[in-house]
């Protein structure tokens, strides 16, 4: 669950810049669900309403735009106008709470969590399947 969680929130922009594109011109994209789409940004959205100021501000900065967490470190700091500083230990440790409370949301919702990414759930289960096998 942790893996796929991480997934869909290192590729958020990219459902974010679906979902909003087949929501505008649903006559180009034949076969797309917009109603998924906007299922899943609405899972996303309720993931990220769970989370404190600093776990947002963590998963959004690295895990959201990529950011590497030297930069994160600097970027919390200029964020409090440099009243607060934090280590980077101390921001892997949002990140790391802010995930288990959105794995613990999504086991309590694992009907819809599976039905709106049952697919991305599926592959990720292969993928390290496989790369157990190897």
């Known amino acids: 669950m942790k893996t ?4 869909v929130l290192k590729n958020y922009n990219t459902l974010a810049a679906d979902a909003a594109y087949t929501g505008r011109f649903p006559n180009n994209q034949p ?3 917009i109603d998924l789409l906007q299922q899943r940004m609405a899972m996303v959205q309720s993931w990220l309403q769970l989370l404190n100021a600093d776990e947002l501000f963590v998963i959004q900065k690295h895990l959201i735009e990529g ?3 030297a930069r994160v470190t600097h970027l919390y ?4 106008d440099g009243q607060f500083t934090r280590c980077e230990k101390t921001l892997y440790n949002y990140q790391a709470s802010a995930l288990m ?3 613990e949301f999504c086991n309590k919702h694992i009907d819809s969590v599976e039905h709106l990414f049952g697919q991305q ?3 990720l ?3 390290s399947a496989s790369a157990e096998r190897a």
Request: glycine letters at 4%.
């Open 125 to 127: 289960q292969q993928n």
């Open 67 to 69: 950011i590497d967490w």
């Open 31 to 33: 076969g797309a669900n």
């Open 77 to 80: 700091t200029e964020y409090w």
């Open 4 to 7: 796929m969680i991480y997934s």
């Open 101 to 103: 409370k959105i794995e």
């Open 121 to 123: 759930l599926d592959d």
